[in-house]
């Protein structure tokens, strides 16, 4: 069963999957954070992907962005996508947001921005959801963190910048597979939530290394 969510700020409606796929406060928080971003831009006609698009809440945030011509949204769950492909087309938005039903392991392609509320619930940890689509969607199943910050590091263009979501359990692993990579962070949110911080990464491809970080502090 679904359900229909409006989506205020940019005037729009999403179609949601009822079984423990509505919209989040991480993906809230991390489009209100790219906004934010993106207003000290001047920059146009970019090209942005969001790795793990699910049912398209970020994408359609996103689709105001002037900065932004087209955002490639890839999906690798077949039911999910066609909610994805429903809500993008729904909101006239086949111009803006292009669905992609596939691996991103097998994208090919550059781009300016990458973000993603990625899968980042360890395999062993807690009792797994009941359906197939909720375990795909919260834990590392078809893609896990190391896997996620290695395709956003060939996906990205040198000197491209990317966006990624994590509960404050999971930053000693990003952060690990992030210099790994000879990726660079530019600032950090960590956005105090109930049972634990919700932390935004932002970072670039290339250039001096971690020449400045920002440490920004939100509580919801």
Request: charged letters at 25%; hydrophobic letters at 45%.
């Given at each position: 069963m679904a359900y229909i969510e409006k989506l205020e700020?940019?005037?729009?409606?999403?179609?949601i999957e009822n079984e423990?796929?509505?919209i989040t406060n991480d993906a809230l928080?991390?489009?209100k954070f790219i906004k934010k971003i993106f207003l000290k831009k001047r920059e146009n006609g970019k090209k942005a992907?969001?790795?793990?698009?699910?049912?398209?809440?970020?994408?359609?945030?996103?689709?105001?962005?002037?900065?932004i011509s087209q955002i490639d949204a890839v999906e690798i769950q077949e039911k999910i996508f066609r909610y994805l492909e429903k809500n993008i087309k729904n909101n006239e938005l086949t111009d803006k947001i292009i669905p992609i039903f596939s691996d991103v392991k097998e994208l090919e392609g550059e781009y300016d921005y990458i973000f993603s509320n990625p899968p980042y619930m360890k395999i062993n940890s807690g009792k797994m959801p009941n359906t197939e689509e909720e375990k795909i969607s919260k834990y590392e199943i078809t893609l896990n963190l190391e896997e996620l910050t290695l395709e956003i590091k060939r996906l990205l263009k040198n000197g491209g910048e990317f966006f990624v979501i994590v509960p404050n359990d999971r930053l000693n692993d990003i952060f690990s597979y992030i210099y790994q990579n000879k990726l660079n962070i530019l600032e950090i949110e960590?956005?105090?939530?109930?049972?634990?911080d919700l932390v935004i990464i932002y970072g670039k491809k290339g250039e001096k290394k971690n020449s400045k970080i920002i440490i920004g502090l939100e509580k919801l």
């Open positions: 700020s940019v005037n729009k409606e999403i179609v423990g796929l509505k928080l991390l489009a992907l969001e790795i793990g698009a699910g049912q398209g809440i970020i994408s359609i945030l996103l689709s105001d962005l002037e900065n960590i956005n105090q939530y109930k049972k634990k």
